[in-house]
């Protein structure tokens, strides 16, 4: 916009000046103006060439004094709380709040777990970033403050404003839900939106990036039109994008060479388990006990074959892959750029505009919601194709409907402090039939299958604050995690052994079979003998005629196990969320009840007591 005489009280010297000067500022810069000219009184201010960007808003002596405090002491407040499971929540608040702290806002970055739930009518302005796990569930650091905002004691927010930035998975059916939950409670409770709420799927960068923008964006316009919040903003040094990170991230991915690959499953097991082994020397990436891989594996390639095959479409067509303006060819685009093992109900109703087939046309519709969800389960997009032709699809229209392939998480399974430059993966192969045709999961059949020692894998480390070992080493730890869920234990006793821990560490793990399934069972028993790990109970169900599960025995030691608790105990639990650590969830409020001598009401908030106090922490998938 141009700045106009004849519409402004400059004259017409100074308009051009200051028409040539404007657009040539960034963002910052018009922040530290506005903040400049707030405080700027006459010629006595410091000039705007010598004065650093912490001191040229000393204000002059012309100026009251009580003025002066009062611009300076009205500081704009911003509350950013996060729900997240596996860190990736609370990774993005953290980059909304150095951005707020940079634009001069007093920013409280909490868990929502550990807000004081008192404090919201005083917010300001409240942000919320939060994923939804499972079946529409809250994170569980999320679960209390979700159950008091939708409950009957939430407070009236009528001097709030805020915003909600979703996670989620398209390919669940109640799609981020607890971020919309927030959402329309907020509104309900007569908080004002100054954002729209943002969803986002498993490829959430983009829009995750865009909804901050746009959140410091509404916060600048606000400073803008209020004077002392503007003195504020630039009287704030931009230290934000000072904030180093890794060189190698989730958006660029470290190419790590596999140094072994073993089964750790014995011959004749119906499973197949893979100990993978991978080199981080040279990348300057570290980790800690609790944390993540992230891995980018490879589709499969006689999928990905059929696909091209069945659509009669030239392998080597030029489509768009990886970063904006970038191209790979179809077959690796479909290889490596985009998910083509799932189906979401996005992806088939963008998929109905290209086929005139009604039956895709009614399964898309609001009525036939159960039909498309049986429809998903199981298929892909080859089964897609063959079910809905003939197509007008182009390879172009192709790779715009589907989204970009999700990166697969596994719990680290060693201790960086016993593997340096290393980094070791549990990995259980995944394969089934469903609809006539064999199934593959994308990243367990590409390591047990395609990857050897002295190949590379795409990797980023994601740290998981929410499921980390206790500061002091000498509090009681238990570890249940049957099956793949055993990896982070490894991993923490590995730790805690190079550490010289003193505390009693105790162990449930649980599989099929005792000779066949019975994943790192060397190591612990080095570790028992070395006294690294006090207890190991183990249940194999299908070596007795009745079937023997982690949670039972659990029961069976529930007087020792309570001790541990009243001791101080920390208690993790890492494995398959809808049946294993639901039932483990019951049996420990079972145990706390009944050794305990409590009510069912008693127990579970001596339950939810132990997970606000960290001591009760959870990995699930």
Same mark, same amino acid.
């Not at 002392?228 to 934000?240: D, G, I, N, Q, V």
């Not at 897609?384 to 998480?409: E, H």
């Not at 890492?574 to 069912?600: F, T």
């Given at each position: 916009?141009?700045?106009?005489?004849?519409?402004?009280?400059?004259?017409?010297?100074?308009?051009?000046?200051?028409?040539?000067?404007?657009?040539?500022?960034?963002?910052?810069?018009?922040?530290?103006?506005?903040?400049?000219?707030?405080?700027?009184?006459?010629?006595?201010?410091?000039? $705007?060439?010598?004065?650093?960007?912490?001191?040229?808003?000393?204000?002059?002596?012309?100026?009251?004094?009580?003025?002066?405090?009062?611009?300076?002491?009205?500081?704009?407040?911003?509350?950013?709380?996060?729900?997240?499971?596996?860190?990736?929540?609370?990774?993005?608040?953290?980059?909304?709040?150095?951005?707020?702290?940079?634009?001069?806002?007093?920013?409280?970055?909490?868990?929502?777990?550990?807000?004081?739930? @008192?404090?919201?009518?005083?917010?300001?302005?409240?942000?919320?970033?939060?994923?939804?796990?499972?079946?529409?569930?809250?994170?569980?650091?999320?679960?209390?403050?979700?159950?008091?905002?939708?409950? /009957?004691?939430?407070?009236?927010?009528?001097?709030?404003?805020?915003?909600?930035?979703?996670?989620?998975?398209? +390919?669940?059916?109640?799609?981020?839900?607890?971020?919309?939950?927030?959402?329309?409670?907020?509104?309900?409770?007569?908080?004002?939106?100054?954002?729209?709420?943002?969803?986002?799927?498993?490829?959430?960068?983009?829009?995750?990036?865009?909804?901050?923008?746009?959140?410091?964006?509404?916060? +600048?316009?606000?400073?803008?039109?209020?004077?002392?919040?503007?003195?504020?903003?630039?009287?704030?040094?931009?230290?934000?994008?000072?904030?180093?990170?890794?060189?190698?991230?989730?958006? @660029?991915?470290?190419?790590?060479?596999?140094?072994? @690959?073993?089964?750790?499953?014995?011959?004749?097991?119906?499973?197949?388990?893979?100990?993978?082994?991978?080199?981080?020397?040279?990348?300057?990436?570290?980790?800690?006990?609790?944390?993540?891989?992230?891995?980018?594996?490879?589709?499969?390639?006689?999928?990905?074959?059929?696909?091209?095959?069945?659509?009669?479409?030239?392998?080597?067509?030029?489509?768009?892959?990886?970063?904006?303006?970038?191209?790979?060819?179809?077959?690796?685009? $479909?290889?490596?750029?985009?998910?083509?093992?799932?189906?979401? /109900?996005?992806?088939?109703?963008?998929?109905?505009?290209?086929?005139?087939?009604? /039956?895709?046309?009614?399964?898309?519709?609001?009525?036939?919601?159960?039909?498309?969800?049986?429809?998903?389960?199981?298929?892909?997009?080859?089964?897609?194709?063959?079910?809905?032709?003939?197509?007008?699809?182009?390879?172009?229209?192709?790779?715009? $409907?589907?989204?970009?392939?999700?990166?697969?998480?596994?719990?680290?399974?060693?201790?960086?402090?016993?593997?340096?430059?290393?980094?070791?993966?549990?990995?259980?192969?995944?394969?089934?039939?469903? @609809?006539?045709?064999?199934?593959?999961?994308?990243?367990?059949?590409?390591?047990?299958?395609?990857?050897?020692?002295?190949?590379?894998?795409?990797?980023?480390?994601?740290?998981?604050?929410?499921?980390?070992?206790?500061?002091?080493?000498?509090?009681?730890?238990?570890?249940?995690?049957?099956?793949?869920?055993?990896?982070?234990?490894?991993?923490?006793?590995?730790?805690?052994?190079?550490?010289?821990?003193?505390?009693?560490?105790?162990?449930?793990?649980?599989?099929?079979?005792?000779?066949?399934?019975?994943?790192?069972?060397?190591?612990?028993?080095?570790?028992?003998?070395?006294?690294?790990?006090?207890?190991?109970?183990?249940?194999?169900?299908?070596?007795?005629?009745?079937?023997?599960?982690?949670?039972?025995?659990?029961?069976? /030691?529930?007087?020792?196990?309570?001790?541990?608790?009243?001791?101080?105990?920390?208690?993790?639990?890492?494995?398959?969320?809808?049946?294993?650590?639901?039932?483990?969830?019951?049996?420990?409020?079972?145990?706390?009840?009944?050794?305990?001598?409590?009510?069912?009401?008693?127990?579970?908030?001596?339950?939810?007591?132990?997970?606000?106090?960290?001591?009760?922490?959870?990995?699930?998938?």
């Amino acid at each position: 916009m141009q700045l106009k005489v004849t519409n402004s009280p400059f004259t017409e010297e100074q308009a051009e000046l200051l028409n040539r000067l404007v657009p040539t500022l960034t963002e910052s810069q018009i922040q530290w103006l506005s903040g400049y000219l707030t405080f700027y009184r006459g010629g006595s201010a410091a000039s $705007l060439v010598e004065a650093p960007a912490q001191t040229a808003l000393a204000v002059p002596a012309a100026q009251p004094a009580a003025e002066a405090v009062a611009a300076v002491q009205v500081p704009r407040e911003a509350t950013i709380l996060f729900g997240s499971q596996t860190g990736n929540s609370q990774r993005l608040a953290g980059r909304l709040a150095d951005k707020l702290k940079a634009q001069g806002l007093d920013v409280t970055l909490s868990a929502m777990s550990k807000y004081k739930t @008192n404090n919201l009518k005083k917010a300001g302005h409240l942000f919320i970033v939060a994923s939804t796990h499972g079946e529409g569930d809250p994170p569980d650091n999320a679960l209390t403050f979700h159950e008091f905002l939708l409950g /009957k004691r939430a407070p009236k927010l009528d001097e709030v404003k805020f915003s909600v930035l979703a996670l989620g998975d398209t +390919s669940y059916e109640f799609f981020c839900k607890t971020g919309q939950d927030f959402d329309k409670r907020l509104e309900e409770l007569g908080a004002q939106r100054i954002v729209d709420r943002v969803d986002c799927d498993v490829d959430f960068e983009e829009a995750a990036s865009a909804w901050i923008a746009s959140v410091a964006n509404a916060l +600048s316009a606000a400073a803008a039109a209020t004077p002392t919040a503007a003195s504020a903003t630039a009287a704030a040094p931009a230290t934000a994008e000072a904030s180093i990170e890794s060189e190698y991230s989730r958006s @660029n991915p470290f190419k790590a060479e596999v140094l072994d @690959n073993l089964n750790l499953n014995g011959r004749g097991s119906d499973r197949e388990t893979r100990h993978l082994e991978l080199s981080l020397e040279g990348s300057g990436l570290t980790y800690a006990p609790g944390d993540c891989v992230g891995v980018y594996a490879q589709n499969e390639p006689a999928l990905v074959t059929a696909i091209i095959d069945e659509l009669k479409w030239n392998a080597e067509e030029q489509v768009a892959a990886g970063k904006a303006g970038e191209t790979a060819t179809l077959r690796e685009a $479909l290889l490596h750029h985009y998910e083509i093992t799932v189906l979401t /109900k996005p992806l088939l109703e963008k998929a109905a505009a290209f086929t005139g087939n009604g /039956k895709l046309q009614e399964l898309v519709k609001p009525e036939s919601k159960e039909e498309l969800k049986a429809y998903m389960n199981g298929r892909d997009l080859l089964d897609l194709i063959q079910d809905f032709g003939p197509w007008s699809l182009k390879a172009s229209d192709l790779v715009g $409907l589907l989204r970009k392939l999700p990166p697969r998480l596994y719990s680290i399974a060693s201790s960086y402090n016993a593997h340096p430059d290393e980094v070791h993966l549990t990995i259980r192969k995944v394969q089934y039939e469903s @609809n006539g045709r064999t199934r593959s999961g994308v990243c367990s059949v590409h390591v047990s299958e395609r990857l050897e020692p002295g190949d590379t894998l795409p990797i980023f480390i994601q740290q998981n604050p929410n499921f980390k070992p206790p500061v002091n080493p000498e509090t009681p730890v238990i570890m249940i995690g049957p099956g793949t869920g055993v990896a982070p234990f490894r991993a923490f006793l590995e730790d805690r052994e190079e550490q010289g821990a003193d505390g009693k560490t105790w162990l449930f793990y649980g599989d099929r079979h005792f000779v066949t399934d019975f994943l790192y069972q060397t190591d612990w028993q080095r570790m028992l003998n070395d006294g690294v790990l006090t207890n190991l109970d183990v249940a194999f169900s299908r070596d007795t005629a009745e079937k023997v599960y982690v949670q039972d025995r659990m029961i069976e /030691k529930s007087s020792e196990l309570y001790q541990w608790l009243e001791e101080g105990a920390h208690v993790y639990i890492c494995g398959d969320e809808k049946h294993m650590a639901h039932d483990v969830h019951g049996a420990l409020l079972s145990i706390i009840e009944k050794q305990g001598g409590k009510n069912a009401e008693q127990a579970a908030a001596y339950l939810s007591g132990l997970q606000e106090q960290g001591r009760y922490q959870r990995d699930v998938y």
